[in-house]
């Protein structure tokens, strides 16, 4: 028998963080992104015939191994004083100046804000982001955004699997996209760190890292649940969001009928998203809430102020 160089050992051991970097980064395409439909969240399918145990994908598997040590050096120079947050110069809470942006945002704004910017003064040529898809509103569609336009699309939350790093197929393989900034949970900048040690063509293209804090992911059950909750057919839903309207926010549904329903969002993150119940495994081992490898990380104050 072979030896396995792949992440079958990851699937296998339930440490697979759905990021979705293995299947841009794997060169014979061998690797397929599927849903688990029961357990509600992504599961990389490997086609053993295809595959050569190149040993890429586990490489640059956040699931399987991540050195924080050598990384925090080979990024920042020195290790953190404080290993649970990470190397950091300052804490500040911010908002984007523009009224609509941060209303219409999750925290302040600050993320589409900055990707704006950086877009209109060409210190950027697109932004690795997520939207939900048109044709199936309730999962993510991660895409290279490069108008001001498709950034805000791609604004607020995503309480759901999120594979952003499949998109870095589409960077790897432009020949126009070589100023961008990655948006990412922790797991999704492990992956890009990793990868671009392996991969200098990468690392090469992307000027930001912006980290989204992080208390583990929901799968599809989550949504699923908050759906029944508000007594709404999945098959019936046009568009979802989960947060905006405000801050905190709202959770607005808009239905195929033209109708929709606009909840706080605070009412049922408590219940539903809160809870562990509705985690991946491998959340449950994470140890980087603050995207401590980001150049820059973000998330909700909730202070009173805000």
């Known amino acids: 028998m072979k030896e396995e160089k792949n992440i079958s050992t990851v699937i296998r051991d339930d440490l697979c963080t759905g990021c979705g970097a293995c299947i841009a980064l794997c060169p014979r395409r061998a690797i397929e992104l599927t849903i688990d439909e029961k357990r509600g969240i992504y599961v990389p399918e490997i086609d053993e015939a295809t595959c050569n145990n190149c040993g890429i994908c586990l490489e640059i598997c956040p699931g399987h191994e991540v050195d924080f040590i050598a990384l925090n050096l080979d990024i920042f ?3 953190p004083e404080n290993p649970l947050v990470g190397n950091y110069k300052e804490c500040y809470i911010g908002y984007a100046n523009d ?4 209303y219409n945002c999750s925290s302040g704004g600050l ?5 704006i910017y950086a877009l209109k003064e060409g210190i950027i040529d697109g ?3 997520t939207r939900m898809k048109k044709d199936k509103p309730l999962e993510p569609e991660p895409f290279i955004a490069q108008t001001q336009e498709e950034i805000i699309e791609a604004a607020r939350s995503k309480y759901c699997p999120v594979p952003a790093n499949i998109a870095i197929e589409t960077l790897l393989n432009s020949n126009v996209l070589n100023n961008i900034a990655v948006v990412g949970l922790p797991c999704h900048i492990q992956a890009i760190r990793k990868a671009e ?4 063509k990468l690392k ?4 930001f890292h912006f980290g989204l804090l992080c208390g583990g992911t929901h799968s599809f059950s989550a949504t699923e649940i908050l759906l029944y909750k508000l007594g709404i057919n999945k098959e019936n839903v046009q568009d979802i969001s989960y947060r905006g309207a405000g801050y905190p926010g709202k959770i607005t549904v808009k239905l195929n009928n033209g109708q929709k329903q606009v909840v706080p969002f605070i009412d049922y993150f ?4 809160g809870p562990r119940f509705f985690r991946p495994i491998r959340c449950n081992y994470c140890t980087d ?3 401590e490898l980001s150049d820059l990380s973000f998330g909700d104050a909730w202070t009173k102020e805000c």
Do not use: M
């Not at 009224?99 to 941060?102: G, K, M, P, V, Y």
């Not at 993320?111 to 990707?115: G, V």
């Open 77 to 79: 120079g020195k290790q």
């Open 99 to 102: 009224e609509e942006i941060r």
């Open 111 to 115: 993320i589409t804000a900055l990707l």
């Open 127 to 129: 932004a690795l982001v």
């Open 197 to 200: 040690q392996r991969n200098k």
């Open 204 to 207: 090469n293209k992307i000027k």
């Open 270 to 273: 408590e219940p539903i998203f």
């Open 289 to 291: 809430g603050t995207a």
